[in-house]
T-cell receptor, first 113, second 110 residues
């Protein structure tokens, strides 16, 4: 089955700890994205990657880091510098074509206390 | 600031009726538009996309785009209680830049 997987589904961490969220896709999409969703707000872009070994900051990159060593994988690290890390994190990938449709993984809900 | 605006709702419709969801976008250069359905606690699921003026139909769903008015809509025919969800509208305003609205909550009453 083709799709995007994210793990874990739920993650609990203490303040001050770095945490890495996994995102893998087998859709053969070149571009991958990380968004954050908070209640009452639209999806906000953290980072995106057009191609392996290249990525760009989105609107809210501070306190986050990413890597893109393989086409299939785009992990996100939430560092202790991120002031409000508790959120629903969504990984996505997009098809290169006319519309550039974007598809989402199931998400990781991170709670930091 | 590029924006996509949606009425937050809730929009309540009786079962079997047509639900009409609307959004407007500010970036006239936006190239394609998307409707996602998001159930509570789940991730967004792409249900329709459109990039040409006019209508696009897929089963019970019709997306409508009017670039002159910067307006996108989604019609859901024969609404079912299982259609109750939040619907997100998104506009692609660059090759890799997607702007999302905050969503409209739809309630289909049995």
């Amino acid at each position: 089955d083709g799709g995007i997987t994210q793990s874990p589904k739920y993650l609990f961490r203490k303040e001050g700890q770095n945490v890495t969220l996994s995102c893998e896709q087998n859709l053969n999409h070149d571009a991958m994205y990380w968004y954050r969703q908070d209640p009452g707000q639209g999806l906000r872009l953290i980072y995106y990657s057009q191609i392996v070994n290249d990525f760009q900051k989105g609107d809210i990159a501070e306190g986050y880091s990413v890597s893109r060593e393989k086409k299939e994988s785009f992990p996100l690290t939430v560092t202790s510098a991120q002031k409000n890390p508790t959120a629903f994190y969504l990984c996505a990938s997009s098809i290169t074509g006319t519309a550039y449709e974007q598809y989402f993984g199931p998400g990781t809900r991170l709670t930091v206390t | 600031q590029k924006e996509v605006e949606q009425n937050s709702g809730p929009l309540s419709v009786p079962e079997g009726a047509i639900a009409s969801l609307n959004c407007t976008y500010s970036d006239r250069g936006s190239q394609s538009f998307f409707w996602y359905r998001q159930y509570s606690g789940k991730s967004p699921e792409l249900i329709m996309f459109i990039y040409s003026n006019g209508d696009k139909e897929d089963g019970r769903f019709t997306a409508q785009l009017n670039k002159a008015s910067q307006y996108v809509s989604l019609l859901i025919r024969d609404s079912q209680p299982s259609d109750s969800a939040t619907y997100l509208c998104a506009a692609r305003s660059g090759t890799y830049k997607y702007i999302f609205g905050t969503g409209t909550r739809l309630k289909v009453l049995a």
